[in-house]
């Protein structure tokens, strides 16, 4: 395992150092929290130390950039953007990842306008990279009444990885990994993305394991 992303974290910014030293083996790269209370809000991402030089933290949505806190919690969708480079010396290739969690009140309607105003910020680089998109959109796309939501995604050229995979209580499935890959990079298409869901012992959600080919 090389990247470990976690959302809906429940953080507290004077928990930050405990998460800096919670993996022997993986430094802490993101971590965002609510400004005052504790709340389900909150981020973080531990990147093991031997991929670090190729991983790097792009950007979040959080309102005090500073110290990566949000003011709201809970009309509100959290995403923070990583780039991930191939750590063979002969390619070139990157893609860039995006950690989300919806919070179950945001309407869908203002999620989506959040959502595309977040990566209209960064089309320039977006445009010629693959992008990831895995985290918990409180939305069972599966289901008949959630589908039309499903469409506007694909009509954003995200496609899912994987459908029909229970990732929480009575069989539901509320985390999700899109893909997109450039139009204009025909190069990029040839990096191979895979996604699965895994049990998990320590939450209610199962977790999303993905593999990146260059």
Known sequence: MDVIFLV??????QYKYQAEHLFDHFELIHFSAPISRQTSTGQLCFVNKRLKDNFKFVADNCDMQANHTYLDDKDLVEMSLFQLKSSSPTCRKSIYILSLYKHPS???GDFLKRFKDFLNKFANVLSTSTLLIIGD???DFNKEKEKSKLDKLIDMDLQP???NRATFEKGSQL??????HSP???DDQQVQIKAKVLDTWFSDHSAIVSTIGF
């Open 106 to 108: 945001l309407a869908f």
């Open 161 to 163: 990885l994987f459908k």
């Open 184 to 186: 204009f990079n025909s």
């Open 8 to 13: 809906e974290g429940h953080n507290m910014i």
């Open 175 to 180: 985390d999700w990994a899109f893909v997109r």
């Open 137 to 139: 959109f409180n939305v």
